[in-house]
Nanobody
Framework: QVQLVESGGGLVQAGGSLRLSCAASERGASIRYMGWYRQAPGKRRELVATITSGGSTNYADSVKGRFTISRDNAKNTVYLQMNSLKPEDTAVYYC??????????WGQGTQVTVSS
């Protein structure tokens, strides 16, 4: 059972930046794919970005050009650098991992609040 622990959320003004981190408890196939999803109040959980162990990335259209996902395989850690934040980015951000696609394991979530 992979444990994922997120950190780095908080309150920021619109236009500001935050960096989320997610550390996995083990390496290997279970974290081949890692990624970030988010869920705003009253809305469904949605994809933000994913990254494979080889470094291939995928982004939601709403965050392209503003967010960057990266990972450090030696540290079993994935990061999400969020720039030019908007109030609509306010949500709980969840880290996830899996073998073929993310979504097998989930972190507890970290709150990101962007004030206007």
């Amino acid at each position: 059972q992979v444990q994922l622990v997120e950190s780095g959320g908080g309150l920021v003004q619109a236009g500001g930046s935050l960096r989320l981190s997610c550390a996995a408890s083990e390496r290997g196939a279970s974290i081949r794919y890692m990624g970030w999803y988010r869920q705003a109040p009253g809305k469904r959980r949605e994809l933000v970005a994913t990254i494979t162990s080889g470094g291939s990335t995928n982004y939601a259209d709403s965050v392209k050009g503003r967010f960057t996902i990266s990972r450090d395989n030696a540290k079993n850690t994935v990061y999400l650098q969020m720039n030019s934040l908007k109030p609509e980015d306010t949500a709980v951000y969840y880290c996830t991992s899996g073998l073929l696609v993310p979504g097998t394991y989930w972190g507890q979530g970290t709150q990101v609040t962007v004030s206007s």
